[in-house]
Every structure is written in structure tokens, then in C-alpha cells.
């Protein structure tokens, strides 16, 4: 963690708080509780560090939570978003799926077998996600696209194109964020 002053101006800050012990972090995002949940791609899991404890320097988090696909094949983590009820989904390189404010409960490990499992087109590199104020799920794709799921696309498990892809010469977008950020969404109150 840096704070504002540090990252006001250019230079080499030392950051305040570091955790470590989370190997290829790829992702992040908060709760509505304020938890911080990383996707550990190297690790096969995304790991949630409780609020409590990102107010000092640490290793490791409180929950790990591996996930099972089709075929029972471990997924890789790479993207993190929530939706408005609070589900946390994640794009498995490809594979999005949600996993549930019930099974992000609880400490140390835990597999699971997410109940919705979206398969996106394997010919297409699937990077950061985000939610819009409708509930559409935007997805960064390689070679300048953006795509997005609506909701209803969201419900079940199913192998979908996504409703909108917009193509344009933004090269290899990766991560990206909507703004002003959604009413319903964990960090709307925090913003100006």
C-alpha cells in the first residue's frame, strides 16, 4: 500500500504495508465490507485478506478458495469483480465464473465447484473484468475488444458469445474500470 502523499509526485516510495506470500497476483478487488480480494494466478486461488489485517504488513490472506471446472480442472485466476448481490466473479482465463458471498465465507482453504461457469471462445485472451450500473459484465479481450454480457447472460452456466463487442484500435487493453462507478457496486460510496 502507498499512500496519497507517496503517489503524488514520481520518484521510489517505499510502500507502507506489503503482504506477501501470494504468488502472481493478477487481480484485485474490495467488498462491500472492505476486504481485499486477489486472484494468485500462481497459486491457483483467489484469496481474500480481511480489512482487519490490511492495516499491517503480513503474509498470505485469511481465506484461499480453489476452483474446480469442467472436467475437474484447477482454474487459473486472473480478474476479480463483484456484482451487486455481492457475488464475486472471476474470469479463470477465459472461464467466468461466480462464486458466492456463502462460499467466500470461512478461513484457511477450501475448494469449490462454482455453479455458474461461463465459457468464453478459446481463441480469445479474456483479461480484466468490470460491472456496469445494469448489471452487464464488460470483459477486456486481446487485440483491441472490449466485450460485455448482459445479465440474463449471467444466470447459468452455459459456452456464450458475448451481447456487445466493440472493437477499435485500443491495441492490447488489458484492465480497465467504469466510471462513475456503478450505484450498486462495493466502492460507489467512495467515489467524489
Sequence with gaps: MFTPDQIAASGSPTPTITRNG??????????????????AKDDLAVVRID?????????????SITASGTN??????????????????VNYDGTIASITPTEQTGTGTKTIAPAIQITTDVNVRVYGIAFDQ?????????VG????????????????????IIT????????FAIYPAPANLPLFHRVP
Excluded at 73 to 89: E, K
Design 134 to 142: 445494469d448489471g452487464g459484465l464488460w470483459l477486456a479481450q486481446d
Design 72 to 89: 475437474n480442472l484447477t482454474l487459473q485466476p486472473v480478474g476479480l469483480a463483484f456484482d451487486a448481490a455481492g457475488n464475486l466473479w
Design 51 to 63: 480489512a482487519a489485517h490490511l492495516t499491517t504488513s503480513g503474509s498470505g490472506g485469511d481465506l
Design 145 to 164: 475488444k472490449f466485450a460485455r454480457f448482459d445479465a440474463a447472460q449471467l444466470t447459468a452456466s452455459n459456452s456464450a458469445a458475448p451481447a456487445t
Design 168 to 175: 477499435s484500435d485500443f491495441l492490447y487493453a488489458t484492465w
Design 22 to 39: 501470494l504468488n502472481g497476483p493478477q487481480g484485485l478487488a474490495f467488498d462491500a465490507t472492505g476486504n481485499l480480494w486477489v486472484a
